[in-house]
């Protein structure tokens, strides 16, 4: 019988302990065993297995990947005003809480997120023609009625900048009905701003009588 592979003489010996069929394969080298008188088996009809000789690669463990941080969303417009407003009312009550260097510091945030909820292309001129709707309570509704944008203000915003301007058309409402019809329609034409302006730059009415005088008017006109 000719050489047979570890293999081929393992499958010889079916039935037999490892252990046992190890030194009888040291044995069958050496030249100290003979096979069994049975018929030698095919390559075919035994299976390739790996032998004790054959180095076993060891599985390259992979590195989990770091699960990826979630992006922050960008903020809505009406976060953004209502941060806007939150700044806008802390540096009004508590400005007494903040040294120059914090208030440079909050006004500049305010200024980012008034640039970011403008519409697109606003601009404000002395000249502009306005309009303010009162409601019942401090709800109010300013708007350019020159450039149609809409801006969402309060009472007392309105009676610190601009109580003594009478370059504006003011309307009192029994309810804030009319007021929320008229939000909505800016807001679809993409025209509303949920946010006070800014006092100089995105309104630019006449705050007291100087301001008035400049323009050729009298304190108490309408």
């Given at each position: ?11 010889l ?9 190890s030194?009888?394969?040291?044995k069958?080298?050496?030249?100290k065993?003979?096979?069994p008188?049975?018929e030698?088996p ?16 060891k599985?390259?463990?992979k ?8 992006k922050?969303s ?23 809480k ?7 510091k ?7 997120y ?5 519409p ?6 002395p ?31 309105w ?6 301007t009478?370059?504006v058309?003011?309307?009192l ?15 679809i ?24 005088q ?9």
């Amino acid at each position: 019988m000719t050489e047979v592979t570890y293999n081929q003489f393992r499958g010889l010996h079916k039935g037999t302990p490892q252990k046992k069929v190890s030194k009888l394969w040291k044995k069958y080298k050496d030249g100290k065993y003979k096979l069994p008188a049975v018929e030698e088996p095919t390559i075919e009809e035994v299976p390739e297995e790996p032998t004790v000789e054959e180095v076993v690669e060891k599985p390259v463990k992979k590195t989990p990947k770091k699960p990826k941080k979630a992006k922050k969303s960008e903020p809505t417009q009406m976060e953004k005003c209502n941060e806007y407003e939150r700044y806008r009312r802390e540096l009004d009550r508590f400005s007494f809480k903040y040294n120059e260097e914090e208030t440079k510091k909050v006004l500049k945030r305010m200024n980012e997120y008034a640039k970011d909820t403008i519409p697109e292309g606003y601009t404000c001129e002395p000249t502009d023609s306005w309009k303010i709707w009162f409601g019942p309570s401090e709800k109010s509704l300013l708007i350019n009625t020159t450039r149609r944008v809409a801006f969402k203000v309060d009472r007392g915003w309105w009676q610190k900048h601009y109580q003594t301007t009478i370059y504006v058309d003011r309307e009192l409402l029994k309810s804030n009905d009319l007021m929320d019809k008229i939000a909505k329609q800016y807001s679809i034409l993409k025209r509303y701003v949920p946010r006070t302006p800014v006092v100089g730059l995105e309104c630019k009415l006449p705050q007291g009588v100087k301001d008035i005088q400049m323009r050729g008017g009298h304190a108490g006109d309408r």
